[in-house]
């Protein structure tokens, strides 16, 4: 298996309140990615970065923000947590363009 | 702009029939890549393949097999005598090549996935 770890896995928190998901990886891989899986619109990427530092965004970026200051790490956080946030969110990484993606086992988020 | 549609929804079929999931893409590029991952109902993302655009080679993996044809954007998976085991979420994605400007490449589009429903 692919040596990515999420955490939490599950979290519930209240609407209003930050909240910030983790991405662990020991694969040393240059990609990270963030998706969103909701009912009928499959996985949505919500940031990515491609070292270091370098963060961009993707289709459903808005009311997210991330960090990078480590290789290893990729932080997602909901600066104010919406109900519309509630989802199961999926860190994923791969080490070349084009190469395959491996995924975490994802954190079910709700907000109440 | 990049796109994968997958039509299918819902497919259900009986324990050994063949059943064949569609993948539609839209892209600009040249140099793409598609895979497809499955998803079951513990909800792990499992990788099943990668395709380069260059490769349109058909390919066979045991009960599976994927039909690649650029002139219709289409990746078609197709799996041979179901079994209740490949009861799962099934997605196809596309990720396009490296661009030189702002490092933008490597990022997955995934359709909306096609749940598969096998029944003894």
Redesign the interface.
């Known amino acids: 298996d692919a040596g990515i770890t999420q955490s939490p896995r599950h979290k519930v928190t209240e609407t209003g309140t930050p909240v910030t998901l983790r991405c662990h990886q020991t694969e040393n891989h240059r990609y990270m990615y963030w998706y969103r899986q909701d009912p009928g619109h499959g996985l949505r990427l919500i940031h990515y970065s491609y070292g270091v530092k370098d963060t961009d965004k993707g289709e459903v970026s808005d009311g997210y923000s991330v960090s990078r200051s480590k290789t290893e790490d990729f932080l997602l956080t909901l600066e104010s947590a919406t109900s519309s946030q509630t989802s199961v969110y999926f860190c994923a990484i791969s080490d070349l363009d084009g190469s395959v993606a491996f995924f975490g086992q994802g954190t079910r988020l709700t907000v109440v | 702009a990049q796109k994968v549609t997958?039509a299918q929804t819902e497919i259900s079929v009986v324990e050994k029939e063949d059943v064949t999931l569609d993948c539609v893409y839209e892209t600009r590029d040249t140099t793409?890549?598609l895979?497809w991952?499955k998803q079951p109902p513990s909800?792990?993302?499992v990788?099943l393949i990668?395709r380069?655009s260059f490769d349109e080679q058909n390919e066979i993996s045991g009960r599976y097999s994927w039909n690649f044809q650029k002139s219709t954007s289409s990746f078609n998976f197709t799996i041979t005598a179901s079994q209740v085991v490949d009861s799962a979420v099934y997605?196809c994605a596309l990720?396009e090549?490296?661009r030189q400007v702002?490092?933008?490449?490597?990022?997955?589009?995934?359709?909306?996935?096609t749940e598969l429903s096998v029944k003894p």
């Open positions: 997958q793409y890549y895979f991952y909800g792990e993302l990788f990668r380069n997605f990720s090549a490296t702002r490092n933008q490449g490597g990022k997955l589009i995934f359709g909306q996935g």
